[in-house]
């Protein structure tokens, strides 16, 4: 397991998620729930898949996913294990590594989710599409075809960098980690949130990484040091790598290794 990394790039606070809190490393019970643990006799102790009752909640823990069936919350076992309601419901079962969709099958009311490799797919060669009305699909490699127009050219595409969908169109500039602006796709700062419920973290593409944004002035700036975290936002904002002391009285670094459910977290951020 890789260490935790906290750095400061140009005064911008950066956290990796390779290193997490212990729920036992948690004190206040607002976090201890929202880093999917439970809070029972004043301490914060693990949540197993079966304590979970929401449809929401579980789904979005990485080793937790929910059957519509039998309305119970467990541990990921495969994707032919889970019925849903809606088809689309497939997508947020499994982790990851493991992509479900729906099979298309119905049984008592229920469509029977599947493996995304297992379920037959045509691919394609995005090079050896000649006409932008061809250039769709996707790779066997995952990569989507998308036509540049610059070039007449169907390539295959996939965003490493916001600028890679810069001479392409809008809807490739992913707007989780970038901005579309003046036909460009650039890299999403801080500055770009313009309300204090926004103004939280800007994923990076890695996927891992998170620069830390913080209201101030009126204005979303990116946070230059975790000592100006409090204890309302320390856990919040540096997505479960830091927690708050009570005997320090500051938000410090966690000291265990676990990979916890952070994607419940996020969901819990980006609903403020």
Known sequence: M???????????????????????????????????????????A???????KSRVECDSRFDCSFDHKTQTCSVFSQCNAYYVDVEEQCYNKGNQVIGCV????????????????????????????????????????GYRCVWKSISNKCVAFQLNNCDDASDLNEPLCDITYCVWSNNDCKEKQCKDFTSQSSCKYIPHLDGNQFTICSWTGNQCIELNSVSQLQQNNCSILTLGTYFWNNVKNQCIECEGYSKLFLMSLIILIIQF
């Open 46 to 52: 693990n949540l197993v898949c079966s304590d979970v």
């Open 102 to 141: 729906s099979s298309g099958k119905k049984s008592e009311g229920y469509y029977q989710c599947t493996n995304y490799l297992a379920k037959q797919i045509e691919y394609v060669i995005c090079s050896e599409q000649l006409t932008s009305a061809s250039c769709n699909g996707v790779q066997s490699d």
């Open 2 to 44: 890789l260490i935790l990394i906290l750095f400061t790039i140009c005064q911008s606070v950066i956290v990796s998620l390779d290193k997490t809190c212990l729920c036992s490393e948690i004190f206040l019970e607002y976090d201890c729930t929202a880093f999917g643990c439970k809070f029972e006799q004043k301490l914060c």
